[in-house]
């Protein structure tokens, strides 16, 4: 909501206005009645609406009532910079518009979220529907829409054109009068949005269909739909377009009126229609209805050869029962004839031609009215908020309801429709007596505040008249109704005399004298409203509140191919043996509870006055405006604004709205009311005339003071919105904190729980195992049983993992790891296993040199092992084939072998048996002899035959002697050698002599043959170096190089 022109400072505004308004004063008089100097002359209240509607000035206010003075004429203050002139504007900033009224409930609506109405009263033809239209212009223009209600604007627009087509007609007041009531609730969301609308009819003037005073119309529809419709249409419909043809529409020799151009209206209908959603079928079920309604007019009846009532105009019969979509035999049957229930047997009785007429005529009125009905309730269909249908959203909308009802009229013949008209006038002073007058007054006396009373008259008196139960006029219009015997309108008439005769408000001819005998007609009762006497014929009364549609009529449009009627004219009520409620009883409940709707709501007032009786603009007919000032009560009105207050509010609610203005009341005040206010006011700088503290209420006298108040309010707000979010964000903030807190720990508790749970499966888990281990420790060397099975299992996986780790991986690496005790021997065969895998992986890796190499090294390990003490220096050494290559050999040595091929050689020191001389030699050896030679001589051959054995001493020493037999003389005994390789060649000689076990390893000496009888000894000792010598007993001393220990 905008609020324009605040920056200028709402008091120092009002202000100018208001002076300048005064110095204008006497040309264009005071646009609030309240600052009239005279308030209490009724010549200056109208001396000033006058002056005002002589300067086009028509809106008036008391105080916040405004008055509009019909000007008939078309003013330039409509338009939509006028409205947003009056947007968001106070009431006293500018002069006074309907749209200010508009805005006002509006604002009202918004910022006190209360249902609002606005009520407009005044006499037919005063206004009140173009007043009412302007209201629902401006809100369909200046109030946003809600965003899935976008049509919305256009079709509570048009839903207006559509409704006064069909029930607005011209009358003598009103050349477009509503001839039906309405309340139209207009739907706002809780951000002001509007978001649908709603509208109640009330009694609708069905007698106009079959009847029309004279210079009055029939409803506009049907002089739209003859000058508008298409050739086409009016053939479809079987009609003519020549209004004079139709028995309906002639009553009141009127079909044409100046001001009104029914061609352009069909087609504002026409699209109106379009707009509020009817489909083009609706659309054609609805023109069948009026077409068939202006048949029915011309249906005519006469008298048959037997004297029975028939139809004489065939082709409007036809007409008929094709466009009512019904079987003309059936029809024509229930035009003629009525059907009676005696005791509980039915009857068909033929009807005479009256009765004829008036069943017609009735039908005419049923279908018009029922279809009038339907279109309404169409019309809310298409202004339904579409959440509404689905779920209602009612709590956070709120309303604001548009009244226009038929205002107050008085013709010269006046029948039952006026006397509802009137009475529904009668029950809307009083509302606005019990909201204006009376309760304003009761409330200054009930809060103590000092108060002259102001004198009203109430009408209650006449309200009471008409609808008191047993004694009221309708209790006995009813009672008449249903009396057996033959009621009628006289005897109504007279019942009426007795009952109520002696009541101020009501005379009949026979109940006054004098003059007034005269003014009333004997057929006529008189009473005397709020707003004047109406004298009603009496005639039509008891038929027109029965309403009466015969059975059989209403049977054979039940079973109508139309739509419309369908829906309309419904099964059950036909079957319903009830008796139906009265038209005056319908109408006085319907208002009843009009009357509850617009209790519930905060009301404005809109009082509409006619300026003359001829719709002409620019004359004001004094005597016609004082009566409405009179009756309207607008004296009283003014009166009670001037003396009152123009503001009054519970202090509660006071409180609550403005508590933000000052510190001490804000946020809460604490303590009682009435102080809160006071300090509140205080603080807001009241002076002690504007206000007053009554026992509830706070009372302020001038609308500027809440005007500023309100300006305050509105300065407030932004920080108070910014207080309000930061408090909120705060709030939403630390909430959402608390719950990500909350989940942080339900999240850790549940993961610590877990995870303590799973540590605490796994320490049971390796107490068990410790357990298990230590018990089968303390059985390990039992048998396996339970006790130790964990424990032997885990020993024998971990050696077994160890082990296979550990495997050696060499036949010459002898680790192994330690077994336990009860895997001992497992260990031993794997081990083998291990052994044989390698040394069969070993094996079948070897070459055949190779192998020989490891023969002749198995043999010299057999003959040296622990045996000669540098064995072990020789083990890495390796045998060669020959330590002679062939270039070393003789040639002769050779040849003289012949085929004895030399298979080793080498060379050695022999030493001479005496004398130990050493000679160098070389020692061959073949496949069956060893020889030793000296350059080309060979000195010895040693067949190996005869070769005894082989003596070598322990230490390191390199000699070898060969033990040869000494019997024979010409061979030479044993020969003592000394070589490099003597571990080498004594394995090859004891390999090829197959000597192997013959081999002598002595300790300290050697023995050996010299000659036959003679023997020789070598010492063998251990010193620094290798020392060969010659003993003193002979023997000979060979030193021993002294190895170093491994
Ligand atoms: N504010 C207005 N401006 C111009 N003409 C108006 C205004 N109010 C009423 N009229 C004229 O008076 C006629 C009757 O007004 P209407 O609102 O129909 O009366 P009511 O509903 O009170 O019987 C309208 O048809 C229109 O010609
Ligand atoms: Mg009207």
């Known amino acids: 909501m905008r609020y324009r022109g605040r920056e200028v400072g709402g008091e120092g505004r009002v202000q100018l206005i208001m002076e300048s308004t005064l110095t204008a004063r006497d040309r264009v008089g ?27 000035l028509i809106y008036t206010y008391i105080g916040s009532v405004l008055v509009s003075v019909n000007p008939y004429k078309h003013l330039e203050i409509y338009s939509k910079a006028h409205m947003e002139r009056y947007r968001g504007v106070s009431f006293y ?14 604002r009202a609506l918004r910022t006190e979220r209360k249902d609002q109405c606005i009520l407009i009263s005044g006499e037919s033809g005063a206004g009140k529907t173009e007043a009412s239209k302007k209201i629902l212009q401006y809100y369909s223009t200046t109030c946003p829409i809600s965003d899935n209600m976008s049509t919305l604007r256009d079709r509570l627009l048009q839903s207006t054109p559509v409704l006064e087509a069909f029930g607005n007609a011209k009358t003598l007041k009103n050349d477009n009068s509503s001839r039906f009531g309405k309340y139209m ?46 050739p086409d249409l009016l053939t479809k419909l079987c009609l003519e377009r020549n209004a004079l043809k139709y028995q309906y529409l002639v009553k009141g020799c009127c079909s044409r009126v100046s001001s009104i151009n029914d061609k352009n209206d069909w087609k504002t209908v026409r699209k109106a229609l379009e707009i509020t959603g009817f489909h083009e079928e609706e659309v054609e079920d609805l023109l069948n209805v009026i077409a068939s309604v202006l048949h029915l007019g011309n249906l005519q009846f006469g008298e048959g050869e037997d004297g029975e009532t028939e139809i004489t105009t065939e082709p409007q019969h036809n007409y008929l029962s094709k466009l009512l979509g019904v079987d003309g035999a059936d029809l024509k049957d229930a035009l003629t004839h009525k059907k009676l229930t005696a005791k509980g047997e039915e009857m068909i009785s033929p009807l005479n031609f009256e009765q004829a007429v008036a069943a017609r005529d009735a039908l005419a009125k049923a279908v018009y009215g029922r279809t009038f009905t339907w279109l309404v309730a169409k019309i809310n269909q298409s202004l ?127 109940l006054s004298s004098g003059k007034t005998r005269k003014a009333v007609g004997r057929e006529e ?82 009082r509409c006055i006619k300026p003359n009786d001829a719709k002409q603009p620019g004359r004001f007919d004094e005597a016609l405006v004082r009566h409405q000032v009179k009756y309207l009560g607008l004296m009283e009105n003014l009166r009670v604004r001037r003396a009152g207050f123009a503001y009054r509010r519970h202090y509660q609610a006071f409180l609550q709205r403005y508590k933000s203005l000052c510190p001490s009341t804000w946020p809460n005040w604490q303590g009682p009311l009435a102080d809160g206010v006071a300090t509140l006011v205080q603080h807001l700088g009241y002076t002690p005339e504007e206000y007053k503290l009554g026992r509830t209420k706070i009372f302020i006298r001038y609308p500027k003071t809440l005007f500023t108040t309100e300006d305050a309010l509105e300065a407030r707000r932004p920080s108070l919105a910014l207080s309000l979010q930061t408090s909120w964000r705060g709030y939403r903030e630390r909430s959402k904190y608390q719950r990500i807190r909350h989940a942080v720990i339900v999240i850790q508790s549940a993961w610590r729980g877990m995870k303590s749970r799973r540590r605490a499966r796994r ?43 550990n495997l050696p991986k060499s036949v010459l690496d002898k680790s192994w790891p330690v077994p336990p005790p009860s895997l001992t021997e497992a260990s031993e065969h794997l081990r083998r296993m291990r052994m044989q895998d390698m040394m069969r992986a070993y094996c079948r890796r070897i070459q055949p040199e190779w192998k020989k190499q490891m023969e002749q090294k198995v043999v010299a390990s057999h003959i040296f092992n622990d045996q000669k003490e540098n064995y072990p220096q020789s083990v890495p050494r390796l045998f060669v084939a020959s330590r002679l290559n062939s270039e070393d050999l003789n040639l002769k040595v050779i040849q003289t072998l012949g085929s004895d091929k030399v298979k080793y050689g080498v060379p050695v020191t022999k030493y001479d048996r005496r004398g130990y001389k050493a000679r160098p030699r070389q020692l061959l050896l ?62 090859k000689l004891a390999t090829m002599a197959d000597k192997i076990n013959n081999v002598n390893v002595s300790q300290d000496s050697i023995r050996f043959v010299v000659s036959r009888g003679k023997e020789g000894i070598i010492d063998f000792t251990s010193g620094p170096v290798l020392k060969v010598s010659k003993g003193k007993k002979g023997h000979l001393l060979v030193t021993a190089p002294q190895l170093n220990p491994r």
């Open 30 to 56: 005071v646009q609030d009645f309240v600052l009239l100097e005279n308030y209490t002359s009724e010549a200056a209240f109208i001396e000033n609406l006058r002056r005002r509607f002589k300067e086009n």
């Open 93 to 106: 900033e500018i002069s006074p518009h309907i749209y200010a009224v508009s805005d006002n409930t509006y």
């Open 185 to 230: 609730d207009v739907k706002f969301d809780f951000r002001g949005a509007l978001i649908g609308g709603h509208i109640l009819n009330y009694l609708l003037e069905k007698t106009r269909v079959v009847h029309q005073n004279h210079g009055e119309r029939n409803f506009h529809i049907f002089y739209q739909l003859l000058e508008g419709a298409e």
């Open 384 to 510: 339904a908020f579409k959440d509404d249908m689905h779920n209602s959203s009612k709590g956070s909308s709120s309303v604001i309801g548009l009244l226009d009802i038929y205002g107050f009229e008085v013709f010269q013949h006046n029948s039952f429709e006026q006397f509802c008209i009137n009475y529904c006038n009668e029950k809307l002073q009083q509302l606005f007596i019990e909201l204006t007058l009376k309760s304003e007054q009761e409330d200054y006396e009930s809060e103590g505040i000092s108060w002259e009373p102001v004198k009203y008259f109430d009408n209650k008196i006449i309200c009471d008249l008409v609808e008191e139960k047993h004694k009221g006029f309708i209790s006995i219009l009813d009672e008449e109704c249903v009396r057996p015997g033959q009621p009628s309108d006289i005897s109504f008439l007279e019942k009426l005399e007795d009952t109520l005769g002696g009541h101020a408000h009501f005379v009949t001819h026979k």
């Open 525 to 606: 009762f008189r009473l005397l409203h709020y707003a004047g006497e109406v004298n009603y014929t009496v005639s039509g009364f008891l038929d027109k509140n029965n309403d009466l549609l015969y059975r059989n009529l209403k049977e054979v449009i039940c079973q109508s191919d139309s739509q419309i009627l369908r829906q309309c004219f419904q099964r059950e009520e036909v079957t319903d043996q009830k008796r139906p409620e009265t038209a005056a009883t319908q109408f006085k409940n319907s208002l009843a509870k009009l009357m509850d709707i617009l209790m519930s709501k905060e009301p404005s007032y809109v």
């Open 763 to 805: 320490r049971r888990q390796a107490a068990n195992i410790i357990r298990n281990f230590i018990r089968g420790f303390i059985y390990r060397h039992y048998e396996r049983c339970p006790e130790n099975q964990y424990f032997l299992d885990h020993q024998r996986f971990s050696f077994l993992m160890t082990l296979v780790r």
């Open 926 to 987: 073949t496949s069956s002899f060893a020889v030793l030679v000296a350059e080309a001589k060979l000195k010895q051959k040693i067949e190996y035959a005869t070769l005894r054995g082989i003596s070598v001493s322990s230490l390191s020493d390199g000699f070898l002697v060969l033990h040869v037999p000494s019997e024979d003389n010409k061979q030479k005994s044993d020969v003592v050698l000394q070589c490099d390789h003597v571990i080498e060649v004594v394995t």
